[in-house]
């Protein structure tokens, strides 16, 4: 079975800093990789995957993240946070399989992340 | 526009009271799946349906039922609540292999008393 940890559940930085976002699993296959972002009573948004290709993948509002294969991590990063990026992120995890795997996406445990201005 | 409806999106409600929470999308994607989301403890897959009429347990099945009648909707049911069931749940539905992206609903969140 995959497993995802979220190595820090709240992270404070302040407008304009950069900030890196931790995630590591564990499968014994494959897998794709997600960030999701959940803004303060909202529902969830893809922000990056990683399928295949490129280990540095970019994604909307400026965020990428870098699939490490030989750590299994998968971190987020930003260059220069603002305000409205204020929301719990989450890391997830799809086996690259089949069947009754197909679909199933195994979340982290969420960082909060408050900017700070 | 790709949507993917839930609702209620609040509900208060009291122990043992049976309750349906609706999930439809607009898509025609075979795949849907309910997650419940506590804090500190992410998302967890309650149920999930590969296609009509097909369905099968996830990490956390108990309490909940669901049924897939349609393609377009994928019910969550608890026959009857109790306050551990106090959460947000998600609807997710996700295309046929080879499409990777999942979309999340708005979210209902319960209360149970």
């Known amino acids: 079975a995959q497993s995802v940890t979220q190595l820090d559940s709240q992270v404070p930085v302040f407008e304009e800093a950069p900030v890196e976002l931790r995630c590591n699993y564990s499968?014994?296959?494959?897998?794709?990789l997600f960030w999701y972002v959940q803004y303060p009573n909202q529902g969830l948004q893809l922000l990056l995957k990683?399928?295949?290709?490129?280990?540095l993948v970019k994604g909307i509002n400026g965020f990428e993240a870098e699939f490490n294969k030989s750590q299994t991590s998968f971190h987020l990063r930003k260059p220069s946070v603002h305000i409205s990026d204020t929301a719990e992120y989450f890391c997830?995890?799809?086996?690259?399989?089949?069947?009754?795997?197909?679909?199933?996406?195994?979340f982290g445990q969420g960082t909060i992340l408050t900017v700070h201005p | 526009e790709a949507q993917v409806t839930q609702n209620p999106r609040y509900l208060i409600t009291v122990t043992g009271k049976k309750l349906t929470v609706t999930c439809s999308q607009n898509?025609?994607?075979?795949?849907m799946s309910w997650y419940r989301q506590d804090p500190g403890l992410g998302l967890r897959q309650i149920y999930y349906?590969?296609?009509?009429?097909?369905?099968d347990k996830g990490d956390v099945p108990e309490g909940y039922k669901v049924s897939r009648k349609e393609k377009r909707n994928f019910p969550l049911i608890l026959e009857s609540p109790s306050p551990n069931q106090t959460s947000l749940y998600f609807c997710?539905?996700?295309?046929?292999?080879?499409?990777?992206?999942?979309?999340f609903g708005p979210g209902t969140r319960l209360t149970v008393t």
């Open positions: 499968s014994s296959v494959s897998v794709y």
């Open positions: 349906s590969m296609n009509v009429e097909v369905t």
């Open positions: 990683y399928l295949s290709g490129s280990t």
């Open positions: 997830a995890v799809s086996l690259n399989a089949g069947g009754t795997s197909y679909g199933k996406l195994t």
């Open positions: 997710a539905t996700r295309g046929t292999v080879g499409s990777y992206e999942q979309y």
């Open positions: 898509m025609n994607h075979e795949y």
